[in-house]
């Protein structure tokens, strides 16, 4: 008894304090310098369903539906691009049993984004990787949001860095063997901008800040060759649980962090 009321007590002062917390967070955040392009690793699903005695796919369904509310607040703040993780070309070698699943929960989520009107819903990854369906849908949702006028959403759905600027070198050699472009002479005018217009996000401005939640402070793969002057932030939270707070958290320790481009 004594338990639930500490624990009553306890939720009830979030109500009150968090609220306030997170005012004061927005005010401080109006006259900040906030990213542009923001890249989310939606890490700690499984570990969120294992600590709650859940199976993994209702892991993976309390993460999609802390999507919707994270562009919100994305949204609210003016930030351009989002780009989110949610499945790498790794993840693709799991059991069939977890796999499959998973895939369905990221079309739902990815049809649900569709229906909301306000997102302008970008694929980013080895598309030819996917099932047939999942590949369908993220082209559909693609051509169905062109013309939104709203938050650019880079869905990251069998993506791997490396795979990614691999797919740009070789689209990079099949335009030039079109254009008629020896191989010496592409040699002779090659850079890293020839390479990034050929990128999955050709075009956007490169991630300012990546934040990876669950506390794993590693990159994994993700935007390789775009994060080379990111700012990181690692934030405990397992993904289903990071909240509007957390963000806000990570968005201030942005804002104060001298940007160095080099080492």
Known sequence: MI????????????????????????????????????????????????????????GHRAGAANISPFLGWCDELGIDVVTLWLLSTDNLNRAPEELAPLLRIIE???????????????????LDLLPDETA???????????????????????????REIADAVRSLLQHHAKEGTSIEELA??????????????????????VIRTSGEQRLGGFLLWQSAHSEYYFCEAYWPDFRRVDFLRALRAYAVRNRRFGM
């Open 136 to 162: 369908r849908t993220l082209k559909e949702a693609a051509a169905g949001t062109r013309e939104v006028q709203g938050l650019l959403v880079n869905v990251a759905v069998g993506y791997g860095g490396r």
């Open 3 to 58: 338990g639930r009321t500490v624990g009553s007590i306890k939720r009830a002062v979030k109500r009150v304090v968090y609220p306030a917390y997170e005012a004061r967070l927005v005010r401080q955040l109006r006259t900040a310098r906030l990213p542009q392009h923001v890249g989310v690793m939606l890490d700690g699903n499984r570990r969120w369903a294992k600590a709650a005695g859940a199976d993994t796919a209702t």
């Open 108 to 126: 739902d989520v990815v049809t649900e984004l569709v229906a909301e009107e306000r997102w302008r819903i970008n694929p980013v990854g080895a």
């Open 188 to 209: 002779t005018i090659l850079d890293v901008e020839h390479i990034a217009d050929h990128l999955y996000t050709k075009g956007q401005p490169d991630p300012d800040l």
